[in-house]
């Protein structure tokens, strides 16, 4: 017992504050932002190896961006990556990124359907499904619950069951074998729910974009909620982007 | 090496030397497979020989021409079943006699179109007393998909049997038809997303090899001090997983704690937790700098500290140790059976570890010595990952004390290599769950033709199938993550 007690004393409070403001160290890279510096246009979009960078204007999607960072090193003076992780939005335009635009990342407010905000401003029950994900943004929506950052405070949990969930959230390409599973794990979750791409396989398929293993039909059918960038998505990232949809 | 020196022998003699190599216990199949070209299907196998650090390449040819069939050899040595079975699978040659010749991931350019995940042929037993649980694909938490089907005898399992294939995306076809480096490299480091460094690692060896570039030094001993850190940091997540199943909430707290220490200098160094975009062809974004060494040795002295203190408590705990001892025992002979490989061998004392039997350079200037166990059971697994940890911990401050890192000389990466036409590589990597093995193959005009990756998940998935016999089925989370194989690695 008094092991246990000096091993709790001596990790001390472990759990991050305000993880709406948190200061991640350099060389993170979050929120790009493309100045207005003349380069060659097209050898900066010949550069991204997954085609997220597109000309007139200049803008990089940061939802088929890997976060690789090559654009920065190749053209430092025009794209460079801010430590701002609040990278999602409901609105899949809005994580492109123009020429000359430093604001934070945009939310339609008004698209948020009225009953998402109803049923689940205080709490929302997720269920997961890794539709040929890599199992990084598997591991770090396991890490969103621990206890550095803790997201049961605000009554966001992963749960077994779709029957008891409010929500789908999706990592991977949606490989073709896992098409099937993956509707009928939508189909089982009660209605009011919401439905997550979470990582840049699941928003734009990545990497893997062109495979034919992969199968996206199911997205022409389903409304997506929220759109979470990364390569995996970041924890901060991930709770912003959810308590920035409920509440 | 050149392609073409690889002899052709035909089949008869290809499986005399073959069994007769693999026979001996200081050797292995690192991986066999084969691959459409010149009007047949050329199979290769390649044979890691422990006692003699080198690779033993096979190599036979079948015609379109000619039926496709073939003795199997897992007849006679167990573990090639995986790999007949793959071979099987992708161009249908019927291999005569195989014990257990079925789907691995039916893949989307599979040879029969017609074999379908949902009829899977699963074992099965005709029995009053019997029944069947059928798991998956979708888990009860956040991990990935794979179908799990038990034979049980009340509470008992008599059997189980893993059916993959769920994340299957391509990857081998998709490093053919990226044409650039980079996207390659950034496919390499998605193969498994757990195991980034292990992949990346490995791509880059097989990519360099391929090309006749040496990277500097430096860059080698920084690669091989990320893979100690992916190690870290994925056992100490292991543990903390593993306390959890035990009921254990101190542990599993304490345990996570740690291991975001670990990745968060990860994403100090790179930008990235999981080290996504650190390992590139010919060079890094990323040297390591004076900074990084301090900071990275005040992380690992606090994480010694908290992981000491914790471990000390965690493992002497009778409960804990109540809940792991002699469940899901692997004998050394069943290890040697089905051929595994990494932690999962070196549990029942099969020494089988790349960094010192096909050492890299950093290996050899910085060595490693082997950490087995014999009980081969979960604790076993457990006690592993803690001695492993301890292990990278003094491996990497004996990099940080004893190796000169010279600032201001970073290798840039360098994505235009140039390919030695007609070639073949092979690039090993002791990644923390076990031997990785890519080939990468390229054509006349120093094209890559043909690539082709191994997770150490291939070999084991068949351990955690056997660990699982007359173990109660509650006991299949701890057995599972006492392994914690990859999905995505063994379905491409």
Same mark, same amino acid.
């Given at each position: 017992?008094?092991?246990?007690?000096?091993?709790?004393?001596?990790?001390?409070?472990?759990?991050?504050?305000?993880?709406?403001?948190?200061?991640?160290?350099?060389?993170?890279?979050?929120?790009?932002?493309?100045?207005?510096?003349?380069?060659?246009?097209?050898?900066?979009?010949?550069?991204?190896?997954?085609?997220?960078?597109?000309?007139?204007?200049?803008?990089?999607?940061?939802?088929?961006?890997?976060?690789?960072?090559?654009?920065?090193?190749?053209?430092?003076?025009?794209?460079?990556?801010?430590?701002?992780?609040?990278?999602?939005?409901?609105?899949?335009?809005? #994580?492109?990124?123009?020429?000359?635009?430093?604001?934070? =990342?945009?939310? %339609?407010?008004? *698209? @948020?359907?009225?009953?998402?905000? +109803?049923?689940?401003?205080?709490?929302?029950?997720?269920?997961?499904?890794?539709?040929?994900?890599?199992?990084?943004?598997?591991?770090?929506?396991?890490?969103?619950?621990?206890?550095?950052?803790?997201?049961?405070?605000?009554?966001?949990?992963?749960?077994?069951?779709?029957?008891?969930?409010?929500?789908?959230?999706?990592?991977?390409?949606?490989?073709?074998?896992?098409?099937?599973?993956?509707?009928?794990?939508?189909?089982?979750?009660?209605?009011?729910?919401?439905?997550? #791409?979470?990582?840049?396989?699941?928003?734009?398929?990545? =990497?893997?974009? %062109?495979?034919? *293993? @992969?199968?996206?039909?199911?997205? +022409?059918?389903?409304?997506?909620?929220?759109?979470?960038?990364?390569?995996?998505?970041?924890?901060?990232?991930?709770?912003?982007?959810?308590?920035?949809?409920?509440? | 090496?050149?392609?073409?020196?690889?002899?052709?022998?035909?089949?008869?003699?290809?499986?005399?030397?073959?069994?007769?190599?693999?026979?001996?216990?200081?050797?292995?199949?690192?991986?066999?497979?084969?691959?459409?070209?010149?009007?047949?299907?050329?199979?290769?196998?390649?044979?890691?020989?422990?006692?003699?650090?080198?690779?033993?390449?096979?190599?036979?040819?079948?015609?379109?021409?000619?039926?496709?069939?073939?003795?199997?050899?897992?007849?006679?040595?167990?573990?090639?079943?995986?790999?007949?079975?793959?071979?099987?699978?992708?161009?249908?040659?019927?291999?005569?006699?195989?014990?257990?010749?079925?789907?691995?991931?039916?893949?989307?350019?599979?040879?029969?179109?017609?074999?379908?995940?949902?009829?899977?042929?699963?074992?099965?037993?005709?029995?009053?007393?019997?029944?069947?649980?059928?798991?998956?694909?979708?888990?009860?938490?956040?991990?990935?998909?794979?179908?799990?089907?038990?034979?049980?005898?009340?509470?008992?399992?008599?059997?189980?049997?893993?059916?993959?294939?769920?994340?299957?995306?391509?990857?081998?076809?998709?490093?053919?038809?990226?044409?650039?480096?980079?996207?390659?490299?950034?496919?390499?480091?998605?193969?498994?997303?757990?195991?980034?460094?292990?992949?990346?690692?490995?791509?880059?060896?097989?990519?360099?090899?391929?090309?006749?570039?040496?990277?500097?030094?430096?860059?080698?001993?920084?690669?091989?001090?990320?893979?100690?850190?992916?190690?870290?940091?994925?056992?100490?997540?292991?543990?903390?997983?593993?306390?959890?199943?035990?009921?254990?909430?101190?542990?599993?707290?304490?345990?996570?704690?740690?291991?975001?220490?670990?990745?968060?200098?990860?994403?100090?160094?790179?930008?990235?937790?999981?080290?996504?975009?650190?390992?590139?062809?010919?060079?890094?974004?990323?040297?390591?700098?004076?900074?990084?060494?301090?900071?990275?040795?005040?992380?690992?002295?606090?994480?010694?500290?908290?992981?000491?203190?914790?471990?000390?408590?965690?493992?002497?705990?009778?409960?804990?140790?109540?809940?792991?001892?002699?469940?899901?025992?692997?004998?050394?002979?069943?290890?040697?059976?089905?051929?595994?490989?990494?932690?999962?061998?070196?549990?029942?004392?099969?020494?089988?570890?790349?960094?010192?039997?096909?050492?890299?350079?950093?290996?050899?200037?910085?060595?490693?010595?082997?950490?087995?166990?014999?009980?081969?059971?979960?604790?076993?697994?457990?006690?592993?990952?803690?001695?492993?940890?301890?292990?990278?911990?003094?491996?990497?401050?004996?990099?940080?004390?004893?190796?000169?890192?010279?600032?201001?000389?970073?290798?840039?990466?360098?994505?235009?290599?140039?390919?030695?036409?007609?070639?073949?590589?092979?690039?090993?990597?002791?990644?923390?769950?076990?031997?990785?093995?890519?080939?990468?193959?390229?054509?006349?005009?120093?094209?890559?033709?043909?690539?082709?990756?191994?997770?150490?998940?291939?070999?084991?998935?068949?351990?955690?199938?056997?660990?699982?016999?007359?173990?109660?089925?509650?006991?299949?989370?701890?057995?599972?993550?006492?392994?914690?194989?990859?999905?995505?690695?063994?379905?491409?």
């Amino acid at each position: 017992m008094i092991k246990e007690a000096k091993i709790i004393y001596h990790n001390g409070k472990q759990y991050i504050p305000d993880l709406r403001n948190v200061n991640l160290r350099p060389p993170f890279r979050g929120k790009p932002e493309i100045s207005h510096a003349k380069v060659d246009e097209q050898a900066v979009v010949d550069i991204c190896p997954l085609g997220a960078i597109s000309k007139n204007p200049l803008s990089l999607d940061m939802g088929k961006c890997a976060f690789c960072g090559e654009c920065a090193f190749a053209f430092p003076e025009k794209i460079s990556f801010t430590r701002d992780y609040k990278t999602s939005s409901n609105i899949r335009e809005n #994580l492109i990124i123009k020429e000359g635009e430093t604001r934070p =990342v945009g939310w %339609d407010k008004i *698209a @948020i359907r009225p009953e998402v905000r +109803k049923a689940f401003s205080k709490s929302i029950k997720l269920r997961q499904v890794s539709a040929g994900g890599d199992n990084s943004c598997e591991t770090e929506l396991n890490a969103s619950g621990n206890a550095n950052f803790d997201m049961g405070r605000y009554g966001i949990e992963f749960v077994a069951s779709p029957r008891h969930a409010d929500g789908v959230v999706v990592t991977g390409p949606i490989s073709v074998n896992m098409a099937r599973a993956l509707r009928a794990t939508y189909d089982a979750t009660p209605d009011p729910k919401i439905f997550v #791409l979470c990582g840049v396989d699941a928003i734009s398929g990545g =990497v893997f974009a %062109d495979s034919k *293993a @992969i199968d996206r039909s199911i997205l +022409k059918d389903l409304k997506v909620d929220l759109y979470i960038p990364g390569n995996p998505s970041h924890p901060l990232t991930i709770i912003n982007a959810l308590l920035d949809l409920t509440r | 090496m050149d392609f073409d020196k690889i002899e052709i022998l035909d089949y008869s003699d290809f499986s005399t030397l073959a069994l007769q190599f693999l026979n001996e216990d200081a050797r292995h199949c690192a991986s066999y497979y084969a691959f459409g070209q010149r009007g047949g299907l050329q199979f290769i196998m390649a044979i890691a020989d422990d006692e003699n650090h080198d690779i033993i390449i096979l190599s036979h040819f079948l015609q379109s021409s000619e039926k496709h069939e073939l003795p199997a050899l897992s007849e006679k040595m167990l573990s090639l079943h995986i790999f007949e079975r793959e071979i099987h699978e992708n161009f249908g040659i019927q291999f005569i006699n195989h014990p257990w010749l079925k789907p691995v991931r039916y893949p989307h350019n599979r040879a029969d179109k017609n074999s379908q995940m949902d009829d899977y042929p699963f074992y099965s037993i005709q029995s009053e007393e019997l029944h069947e649980v059928g798991v998956g694909p979708v888990h009860a938490g956040i991990i990935e998909p794979g179908h799990f089907r038990f034979i049980c005898n009340g509470e008992n399992v008599l059997h189980l049997e893993i059916q993959l294939g769920w994340q299957h995306r391509g990857v081998e076809q998709l490093f053919i038809d990226k044409k650039h480096n980079l996207q390659r490299n950034l496919l390499a480091e998605n193969i498994a997303g757990d195991t980034v460094f292990g992949h990346a690692v490995t791509f880059v060896h097989a990519m360099e090899a391929l090309s006749g570039k040496v990277v500097a030094e430096q860059t080698q001993i920084e690669r091989a001090m990320a893979l100690e850190l992916e190690r870290i940091a994925i056992h100490t997540g292991d543990i903390s997983a593993l306390c959890i199943d035990a009921a254990y909430h101190l542990g599993a707290n304490v345990f996570g704690i740690l291991r975001t220490a670990i990745i968060n200098f990860t994403q100090f160094w790179c930008g990235n937790r999981f080290g996504k975009s650190l390992i590139r062809v010919g060079g890094t974004h990323f040297p390591f700098t004076e900074e990084l060494k301090q900071e990275l040795l005040v992380v690992l002295a606090k994480y010694e500290r908290q992981f000491e203190e914790m471990a000390g408590l965690t493992f002497r705990l009778p409960s804990v140790q109540n809940r792991f001892d002699n469940v899901g025992t692997i004998s050394q002979k069943q290890a040697r059976l089905i051929g595994t490989v990494g932690l999962s061998a070196r549990m029942s004392a099969v020494k089988r570890d790349i960094r010192i039997t096909h050492p890299n350079q950093a290996n050899q200037q910085f060595p490693f010595e082997f950490i087995i166990d014999e009980r081969g059971d979960v604790f076993s697994r457990f006690l592993l990952k803690k001695k492993e940890i301890r292990q990278s911990i003094a491996w990497i401050r004996n990099v940080l004390d004893n190796y000169n890192f010279k600032p201001n000389k970073p290798e840039k990466p360098d994505y235009n290599l140039p390919l030695k036409p007609n070639h073949f590589a092979i690039a090993l990597t002791e990644a923390w769950r076990g031997e990785i093995c890519h080939c990468a193959i390229s054509n006349e005009k120093g094209e890559l033709k043909h690539y082709k990756v191994k997770d150490p998940s291939m070999h084991n998935w068949k351990a955690l199938e056997l660990s699982l016999r007359n173990v109660e089925i509650s006991d299949f989370p701890i057995n599972n993550k006492s392994y914690n194989l990859s999905y995505c690695g063994h379905d491409l």
